[in-house]
């Protein structure tokens, strides 16, 4: 019991450890950020779904081992009672009435047509679909892991950010209702400064919810209680960042290491050799039978050749009234592989549309990302010609509030900018299947 145990463990760590090793972990380690690495490997060891994919893979593999056992002659042997009556008068009949028989029954089908070795190739184009499938599990967790580990960063940032606005805010109505007081402005200034306030505090209010579900939804991704969620542990977006060139063409040839387009290859693959065997369905079978049994009923021994009889039987076998079935089970196994045509062009076409649009993103969410670090420069010249100002007593507070708070939006929007294309990096390692 335990060595099954243990075989049925190593066959299911081999295959986890298979999957793993092609999705190209390292990757990730280019971000330079432990807690993301650290969060990848406890995705790949708790995540239900990669766990799920692997016992799929697991049914496929027993399934290859089944189509295999075909191949051998079945053996069997039952145990009976026989109880009979016999005629009575000249002595013929010596036979016992009450007697125990054990007959032993093997029986083969000798694979002439090669059915059933293209019925194990299907089987094994099928699990290495499925083995795709399950790769194609993996990259897209790690990718989703990965994507919101970096909105979660983001989430910080301007969540840092806008609590500082809101202060700057709070300052702000507060001298407008010194001015109200002192008469010098109207109740429609400050309502105006008023509803800014709110709006900011709104927007704030807004951010901590929509990371609180970012990180609910990272806690699900990973295996983790989400009431664990809030004390995840991460760096900083400002040092978060991809520490190698990324690429800005990509091979075409790339997309034929998606798991996605090889699951289709194979699947295509598979169902082209399951309408060769529909075709060998027409043709008849030969099997081949044989019986040894052995019983009481005689005058020998249990065992011996007195008490038993054998036979064997070979011969061919051809359905007769099961036409109409082979031939819609034929139609049936084409209509089948020429979908499965179109999905493999189809799947072809997408994943060169996606490459393109991701490459597309990454393009411009860059140049937004370089604009925006020009117009946060001129910012910061602004801000700091704003603290000198007012130091020296030229601006008052609210006209530097303000100034302050262009340059913190500005930052958050630099930000967002960052996140989208780092985003798109881990778009780009999903679309190539792992490969960069």
């Known amino acids: 019991m335990r060595i ?6 190593i066959n299911f760590l081999s295959v986890q450890i298979a999957s ?3 999705i190209n972990i390292n990757f990730f380690t280019r971000f330079n950020d432990e807690c993301l690495q650290k969060y990848i490997q406890q995705a790949l060891d708790n995540n239900h779904e990669l766990k799920q994919a692997n016992f799929r893979v ?11 056992s075909k191949e051998l002659p ?17 002595g013929n009949f010596l036979l016992k009435q009450n007697s125990y028989i054990l007959p032993f029954r093997a029986s083969w089908e000798p694979d002439l047509l090669l059915k059933n070795k293209d019925k194990i190739r299907s089987s094994k184009k099928l699990l290495k679909a499925q083995i795709e499938n399950q790769r194609g599990v993996y990259i897209s967790l790690l990718t989703d892991v990965a994507s919101a580990y970096t909105n979660i960063l983001l ?3 301007l969540i840092q950010k806008q609590a500082q606005i809101v202060a700057d805010k709070a300052q702000y109505l507060k001298y407008k209702k010194a001015k109200y007081d002192y008469g010098t402005i109207d109740i429609t200034d400050l309502n105006d400064a008023s509803i800014d306030y709110e709006l900011q505090l709104i927007l704030y209010n807004n951010l901590v919810k929509q990371q609180k579900t970012t990180l609910y939804n990272f806690a699900l991704l990973i295996g983790e209680s989400a009431y664990n969620a809030e004390d995840f542990k991460r760096g900083k977006l400002e040092d978060f960042e991809y520490r190698e060139v990324f690429p800005k063409t990509i091979n075409s040839d790339l997309i034929y290491f998606r798991p996605d387009v090889i699951e289709a290859e194979q699947l295509l693959k598979s169902a082209k050799i399951d309408v060769t065997i529909a075709k060998k369905d027409f043709f008849p079978s030969f099997n081949i039978t044989g019986f040894l049994i052995f019983d009481t009923a005689g005058k020998g021994n249990f065992f011996s050749w007195q008490s038993s009889f054998a036979y064997l039987l070979a011969g061919l076998t051809q359905d007769i009234f099961k036409g109409g079935a082979k031939i819609a089970n034929l ?18 076409l997408n994943a060169i549309k996606e490459i393109n649009n991701t490459l597309n993103l990454i393009q411009q ?10 117009q946060l420069e001129f ?12 130091e020296q007593g030229v601006i008052s507070a609210m006209d530097f509030l303000d100034t302050r708070n262009t340059l913190h939006q500005k930052e958050q929007l630099l930000a967002a900018n960052k996140a989208a294309r780092i985003v798109d990096y881990f778009t780009m390692y999903k679309v190539v299947g792992g490969v960069l």
Not at 365 to 374: A, F, G, L
């Open 4 to 9: 099954l145990f243990l075989i049925i463990l």
């Open 20 to 22: 793993a090793n092609s």
């Open 58 to 68: 697991e049914q496929y593999r027993a399934e290859v081992k089944n189509a295999f």
């Open 74 to 90: 079945e053996l069997s042997v039952s145990s009976n009672y026989l109880g009979a009556h016999f005629p009575r008068g000249d």
């Open 155 to 157: 989430y910080d940032y």
């Open 331 to 348: 139609k049936l196994k084409k209509a089948r592989y020429y979908e499965l045509v179109e999905n493999y062009k189809q799947k072809d």
């Open 365 to 374: 969410d860059t140049i937004s990302e370089n604009n925006t670090k020009k």
């Open 379 to 390: 910012e910061r010249k602004n801000f700091k010609s704003a603290s000198r100002k007012y």
